[in-house]
């Protein structure tokens, strides 16, 4: 069974500050996806990596694959209180099930 | 073009009854993922299924869960005799082809299933 661990668990940080939210595993993954999740709704699919080394910019999110694809990292910049969510990170395999990390609760204070 | 529509939003059942969730993909998509999610934490995959066919149920639990995404409707999520340890929210994600990293899974809002 792959596992997806994610860091921090939780994260509070005040509007303006910049923050990373960590993806791991111990399995390398054919690709990687990110995703939010607001209160009362299903995930939302931000970004699609594939290519081990990969960066990708979603306007003031930058999401990056690591280079051995078996770890991934999402950093925003200058918090704003609309990026509030739950942000998860979800790998496929080989066999093409998605596996959902842990996930990270960011809430951004204004 | 509608999204994954997912009902009821909220049930409510008390124990030993029975709960069905109805999942309608987004249009031209014939295939469909039923996921568990219960309170902090990610969502657990649970089956995967296409028109009139389980493909793969690795994540099903044994007992009293069933799945189904006949030719004609909704794919619908069936459980028997809940029990509390069922409370959580059950989402469905439906695709054009089987998941692949060229192929987008988008998911319904969800139904939050309360059992009393």
């Known amino acids: 069974t792959q596992l997806l661990e994610q860091s921090p668990q939780f994260l509070s940080i005040q509007e303006g500050e910049n923050l990373t939210v960590y993806c791991n595993s111990s399995s390398v993954f054919s690709s990687l996806q990110w995703y939010r999740q607001e209160p009362g709704e299903g995930p939302v699919l931000l970004v699609t990596v594939v290519t081990g080394g990969e960066v990708k910019k979603l306007k003031r999110l930058t999401f990056q694959f690591g280079d051995a694809r078996k770890d991934s990292s999402l950093h925003i910049t200058a918090a704003q209180p609309g990026d509030t969510g739950l942000y998860l990170c979800a790998g496929l395999f080989g066999n093409e099930k998605l596996t959902f990390g842990t996930g990270t609760r960011l809430t951004i204070i204004p | 073009n509608a999204g994954v529509m997912q009902n009821p939003r909220h049930l409510v059942r008390r124990r030993g009854q029975e709960a069905r969730l109805r999942c309608s993909p987004m249009?031209?998509?014939?295939?469909v993922y039923w996921y568990r999610q219960l309170p902090e934490e990610g969502l657990k995959f649970m089956v995967y299924?296409?028109?009139?066919?389980?493909?793969?149920e690795s994540g099903m639990p044994k007992e009293r869960f069933s799945a189904e995404f006949p030719k004609e409707g909704p794919s619908i999520l069936r459980i028997q005799q809940v029990v509390r340890g069922d409370s959580a929210a059950y989402f469905c994600?439906?695709?054009?082809?089987?998941?692949?990293?060229?192929?987008?899974?988008?998911f319904g809002p969800g139904t939050r299933l309360l059992v009393l």
């Open positions: 249009k031209g998509h014939s295939h």
């Open positions: 994600a439906s695709s054009p082809t089987r998941a692949s990293y060229q192929e987008t899974q988008y």
């Open positions: 299924l296409q028109k009139e066919n389980i493909i793969d």
